[in-house]
């Protein structure tokens, strides 16, 4: 009996012992874990402030580097007027215009300013037919005899083999712009697809490429066909209208009522004179009738760019940039481009593949330059970069051979240069937490 009240004491000590530094360590921990949760909010607070203090900076310094390019230009006599679009990642990062609407008046063009889009609005038409693909509505292998009954090309068999991805690419065998003059004359696209029983073909279907407005417009038709809808509605409905395009048209009246729109020019030896807007290609939608401003062609950029899952998803947009047919030779303006290698045309898009000068890697370019009424515009979209430019003009100006590349380089410049003082200077404004 004496011998266990001897054990204990000793024993109650320990234990006593043992809950004393149970609950210390438990204190300590807790203490800890509160500051863990304290400190890690305005960490992550602290990098998002940077990150959006590093997006407005490179945001400025990308608007005063167009600026300048584009003053330079006007300042010149290159250029009278300019819509500027730059999509980067899910961002339009710029909207803008520069120069005068009207050269003889004093209306600036701004991010909403509408230019006819000439030939941009093949890509339109190439990327609708993609979706009605997807859809099970359409397919490249369709014939376009199938969907209008009085087109001839060549004999029967020949008119038999002429695909959908034919027209869409060029590739249908018929010679150099035929029957453009039909297209601007006014006709309606069912008698021009008459017409070209009276044309011989070139080569047979899928093996040239031979770039043509009015046999490419027949799409349209098409795409009537199985819709129900006239081209413009059918675009409206899917991409215009979800994407709040909200300057966009397809047809002269509107143009022509719109107040905020760019009058063509055209230069004279020692000055630009403006020019009537005319209704040419209103006829013909797919191949050149879309209007649209600097910022609906962001809009359309950053969906392009897989931003828009909902409307159109990444695999389905593939399929207009897929290289159907190579454009050979090098005579062609974006064949002069800084590192090109080679361009294909896919359906309503040209391809180009060219070396980047850092990396030494090949790259993806989704290209396509327009021009009707004196209006020229450019735009490309570099899948890899997740980066769109357009560029609209109101002229017929030399500058559009090289804008492209120009804004490249100058997007490059921007966003490429390292962010250390930003970091600094973010750094000296936040205190430590205690």
Known sequence: MRRFKILVGPTLLIISLFVLVFFCIKNFSSQDNEKVVATSQPIKTLISQKEVE??????????????????????SGDIVGAGVSIVMEDSIVISDGFGKRNINLNDGVDGETIFRLGSLSKGFAGVLAANLKQEGKLHWEDKVSDFIPEFRLGDRNNTEKITLANILSHTSGTPYHSYTNLVEAGLPLASIAKRFKDVVPISKPGLTYSYQNAMFALCGEMMRKVTGQEIDEALSNKFFNPLGMCTTSMDYESLEQADNVALPHSQGRNSWRTLQLNDNYYNAIAAGGISASALDMGKWMRFLLGHNP?????????????PFVEIKGNSKYYQRWPGHL????????????????????????WHHGG????????IAVFPEADLGICVLLNSNSKLARVVIPDLHRI???????KDTKLAHNTSSKTKPNS
Do not use: C, P
């Not at 909902?310 to 897929?322: G, P, R, T, V």
């Not at 997007?411 to 240069?417: F, L, M, N, T």
């Open 54 to 75: 590093l997006y407005k900076l490179h945001q400025q310094e990308l608007k005063d580097a167009v600026k300048a390019y584009f003053d330079k230009a006007i300042a």
């Open 310 to 322: 909902e409307l159109m998803d990444k695999s389905a947009l593939a399929e207009a940039f897929n």
């Open 342 to 365: 080679t361009s294909y045309y896919g359906f309503g898009w040209r391809i180009h593949k060219f070396m980047e000068d850092e990396t030494r890697q090949e790259r993806t370019m």
């Open 371 to 378: 021009s009707v009424n004196n209006y020229r515009n450019e």
């Open 411 to 417: 997007v490059k410049k921007v966003y490429e240069k």
